[in-house]
């Protein structure tokens, strides 16, 4: 059974950073891209990273380009987000997200529970 | 960016009746389109892929329709579970972006 498990939100200033990890089991971890998508209270979803299955390329969203840094470490099968110069806006509810895995492009097939960071003086 | 777009907002309908949800891009995404239900606090569960191939362990219920910019989500009979919040997602083109959620809820 596929598990994903997010830690590390917390109660943050603007201007602080903080780091976002997801442990992951069930599956083959470094066989698969890997996501971060967040949610802000009441509102949609909105993708904000990804990582290939070697850490070579990671791309992310251009609200959060330069602040954000995503990483894993494929032994010990966690994916990671650095979170730097935080705003009030991204408070979110921050989802680990596993990567389907299709030719065709990129989407989540499994994700965990997610992790709350709130971004408040 | 490709913006998604749902209608509507919200759709109240009765257990048992059939619910459809639409979704729309600003460009042609193909056949790149997944659809994910969100129930409260819970995480979202892919439904939909490919705009109509079934995830595993999802009931023949829920079908996918469309390509290109006019997609829809079917629920043919509605259970006391399906009332969610439905989200579809494009992947076709970089970013991955969603719409912004159609609330399915019980009339």
């Known amino acids: 059974e596929v598990q994903l498990v997010e830690s590390g939100g917390v109660v943050v200033q603007p201007g602080g950073s903080l780091r976002l990890s997801c442990a992951a089991s069930g599956f083959t971890f470094d066989d698969y891209t890997m996501h971060w998508v967040r949610q802000a209270p009441g509102k949609g979803l909105e993708w904000v990273s990804l990582i290939s299955w070697d850490g070579g390329s990671t791309y992310y969203a251009d609200s959060v380009k330069g602040r954000f840094t995503i990483s894993r470490d494929n032994s010990k099968n966690s994916l990671y987000l650095q979170m730097n110069s935080l705003r009030t806006e991204d408070t979110a509810l921050y989802y680990c997200a596993k990567d389907a895995d299709d030719s065709s492009g990129y989407y989540g097939d499994y994700w965990g529970q997610g992790t709350l960071v709130t971004v408040s003086s | 960016e490709i913006v998604m777009t749902q209608s509507p907002a919200t759709l109240s309908v009765s257990p048992g009746e059939r619910a459809t949800l639409s979704c729309r891009a600003s460009q042609s995404v193909s056949s790149n389109l997944a659809w994910y239900q969100q129930k409260p606090g819970q995480a979202p569960r892919l439904l939909i892929y490919?705009?109509?191939t079934r995830a595993t362990g999802i009931p023949a219920r829920f079908s996918g329709s469309g390509s290109g910019t006019e997609f829809t989500l079917t629920i043919s009979s509605l259970q006391s579970e399906d009332f969610a919040v439905y989200y579809c997602?494009?992947?076709?083109?970089?970013?991955?972006?969603f719409g912004q959620g159609t609330k399915l809820e019980i009339k």
């Open positions: 490919g705009a109509s």
């Open positions: 997602q494009q992947y076709n083109n970089w970013p991955p972006s």
